[in-house]
């Protein structure tokens, strides 16, 4: 009688597509080069436990064992490194080593995925990806391009909604803050963007990326929280209340924010509203104006040998008002980059106050009106001049000022001493 084969032929056979639940379990991955680097987090969080054999590993596969994600054992493979394995992966390129990892696995009747040979292992592994509401899409076509292809192609399809599912994927009520970034609609995260996909309730601040706004849904309702300095606006606890009456209702709302939810984004109490109010939230961050609308117009917040920081400060209340929280003394001794948000209207006040209390004149600023749009404008002046050209130029807010040698760094012709 003849034995039997030990690696039966694949061709024409359909692989039987299963999720393995892993965690607790153990896992056995040989080899710690870039195919372990690519597969590694996926096994990470399905939890399970993970012991890495090789003799060497790429820096990041190194961090996730320095981080006690996984187990690393500092050696090459050994016969016996299956026993008590549940499954087991194999991503070496020496075909001697991976061969002999596949006999034991065999002989232990651990289903085993080779990177190399396919054909030789008994599991494949999947083209793999996820939704943002928690769906699990896995390819298997034999052509690991042709699976990555099909399974980006679903995967998005489900993001945006243009397969049709979103009543297998809608959210249950609740509230996610999501920050839209600083204008331009294609720097919301991608995150923020598929949350907005499944929004019942959107309520949107005034710089919150109005194109987006355009993308929904017809049935979605939109609520205009605007905050228009010295015009109308809605105040914070009706803010809070229609997030938590929606929420109530059984609807999902997004908070749609201009910039990120924590950063003068009064994100904060909005989510301890909701939270007394024992509603669920989930807060996405967002790019800042802070940082992002600088960098649209060359300007880097920080640079090697120029500066070692950078300070955000709110200028909605000038220098003077008792309400100022701002050691203005303070910061006008610092020697890194300052950028003022929501201070056009009382830069004169605060430019006056950094020179008085030591920062020199000659300090560049740039003023930055509606940054990362399609009215974005970029003013030069000094600490000195900044006032009177604010108002010579007209600008508005929304606007970004930065204060600092930053401002012409990338501009060597024009930097200060």
Known sequence: MNAPNPHPSTEGLTPYPVGLLLAGRRVVVVGGGQVAQRRLPALIATGAEIQLISPATTPAVQAMADAGEISW?????????LAEA?????????????????????????FCSRSDDASAATAWTPASGHDDAGTTV????????????????????????????R????RAAGVALVGGGPGDPDLITVRGR?????ADVVVADRLAPRELLAEL???????????????????????????????????????LKGGDPYVYGRGGEELLACAEAGIPVTVVPGISSSISVP?????????????????????????DDERSLVNWAAVAQMTGTLVLLMAVDKIGA???????????????????????????RRIDATLGTVAATVAAEGVRPPAVIVVGEVVHVLDPATRTS
């Open 73 to 81: 054992q500092q050696r090459g493979y050994a016969d016996g490194d």
């Open 167 to 170: 009543q297998y994927r809608h």
């Open 138 to 165: 896995a390819v298997l076509t034999g052509d690991p391009r042709h699976s990555a292809a099909l399974r980006n192609t679903i995967v998005e399809g489900l993001r945006d909604g243009s397969l049709s599912a």
């Open 350 to 376: 605060i430019a006056a106050k950094l020179i008085a209390c030591g920062r020199s004149a000659d300090t560049p600023v740039a003023v930055v009106q509606e940054g990362t749009t399609a009215g974005q």
């Open 217 to 255: 849904a017809p049935h979605v309702e939109v609520i205009d929280a605007s905050k228009i300095p010295y015009g109308r606006f809605m105040a914070q606890e009706a803010i809070n209340n229609a997030l938590i009456e929606h929420a109530k209702a059984g609807k999902f709302v997004v908070r």
């Open 86 to 110: 549940w499954y087991a992966l194999v991503t070496t390129d020496d075909q001697a080593v991976n061969e002999a990892v596949s006999a034991e696995a065999e002989h232990r009747r651990i």
């Open 194 to 198: 598929r949350l907005l996909a499944d």
């Open 295 to 319: 960098a649209a117009v060359g300007i880097p917040v920080t640079h090697r040998g120029m500066t070692h920081e950078f300070t955000v400060i709110s200028g909605h209340v000038g220098p």
